[in-house]
């Protein structure tokens, strides 16, 4: 291989500036969505991660005004982060109205739906003579958020983990960290881990190795911490000694956002934006699409546009009490009409039997007309 002298260097070594150069004025994108059970903090974890307002509270008292409308929405919140210069256009999918009914049957499959969709999407861009400019909401991440029962995982939610899992880079998130013990939330981490193992769940994972050795101690806690445990607060609370931090105020004392014994909030914030938002996306291209985009390209002619079946839960049920109101409806005919049919031979049992007498009536009749024209009739002498 051949190599420049000590001291005459080109300017080979200078590339990394230039793709950094490159890569600031140009900024990053990241689609990052949340999904998971209503009243368990995505939006205040959202505004915490960020530091902003990224969306809004929801009113509480209208949280439950559309439940008698079964449907899970997808919700897309943009905004545009800077810090030091360097631009990151946001993009959070959040999924309203999933897990929210007592009869849940498919109502993961807005979701899924929407993560295939982007695939296509970006692939039927890639497919056009010009691709300048092209329109990327592909999810990098999705945080799915576990209600903390202290059990296990509910069966909802492992169905969706497990589709979820090989479609996009899925992060396991324990809300509301500080209603559970330490004892109890580690159990629960336990609980959750070996159903993840069970059910061949995939979770997003990361190379452990660096080129050094803190970079590698802190990939392994941060790996070692999977399912984060999380607490989201937007309010400044004043803790004992003194200090004033991102938390909530409890009678026994406060319960810190940003302090590593009291969750993984850190370590999580550290995943998706200090350490491995570059991985998240590359992973994202280089793995999820390419699967999508193979699995497609093998059934599918190039510009082929993609059949899609409808798959609404809500069409779904309203098909479902279509066809049994339908069903009814024809048995009831069924069974009006076999009535009708009972009465019409009843009815012409009774009208042969009237006739039958009636005929026979006429034979008596003719038999004593008979009887009587032969005692009328002039005797011989």
């Given at each position: ?11 080979i070594a200078n590339l990394p500036n230039q793709r950094h150069a490159i890569a600031s004025k140009k900024g990053s994108a990241l689609t990052m969505m949340i999904a ?346």
């Open positions: 291989m051949a190599s420049t002298q000590a001291g005459a260097g080109i300017g998971g059970e209503s009243g368990l903090g995505k939006t205040t974890f959202i505004n915490t991660l960020f530091t902003t307002t990224i969306k809004a509270p929801k009113n509480h008292k209208r949280r439950f005004n559309k439940t008698t409308e079964k449907t899970v929405e997808i919700e897309i919140i943009r905004a545009e982060l800077e810090e030091k210069q360097f631009n990151v256009k946001l993009s959070v999918i959040d999924t309203p109205g999933f897990g929210d009914y007592t009869n849940n049957r498919d109502s993961w499959m807005p979701i899924i739906d929407f993560i295939d969709d982007q695939h296509e999407s970006y692939m039927r861009q890639d497919q056009q003579p010009k691709r300048q400019e092209l329109s990327d909401m592909r999810v990098h991440c999705c945080l799915y958020f576990i209600r903390p029962t202290g059990h296990t995982l509910k069966p909802l939610d492992i169905e969706v983990m497990k589709r979820l899992g090989t479609r996009v880079n899925l992060i396991p998130v324990i809300a509301k960290a500080d209603t559970m013990t330490p004892t109890d939330l580690h159990k629960f981490k336990k609980r959750i881990l070996e159903v993840i193992a069970a059910q061949n769940i995939q979770c997003y994972t990361f190379p452990l190795e660096s080129d050094d050795e803190a970079s590698t101690k802190r990939n392994m806690s941060i790996m070692a911490a999977m399912p984060f445990s999380i607490i989201g607060s937007t309010e400044d609370v004043v803790t004992g000694d003194g200090r004033t931090v991102k938390g909530r105020q409890y009678s026994w004392g406060v319960a810190e956002v940003e302090n590593e014994d009291h969750c993984d909030f850190k370590k999580l914030r550290q995943l998706l934006i200090r350490t491995h938002m570059l991985d998240l996306i590359h992973s994202t291209e280089e793995t999820h699409y390419e699967n999508y985009r193979h699995a497609q390209m093998e059934t599918r002619k190039i510009g082929e546009p993609k059949v899609k079946t409808v798959t609404n839960p809500k069409w779904k049920e309203e098909e479902e009490a279509l066809r049994k109101r339908f069903t009814e409806q024809v048995r009831l005919e069924e069974n009006r009409f076999r009535s009708w049919e009972q009465q019409l031979i009843a009815e012409r049992d009774r009208l042969n039997k009237d006739l039958e007498a009636e005929h026979s009536h006429i034979k008596a009749l003719e038999a004593e007309l008979e009887s009587m024209q032969v005692g009328l009739s002039p005797k011989r002498k």
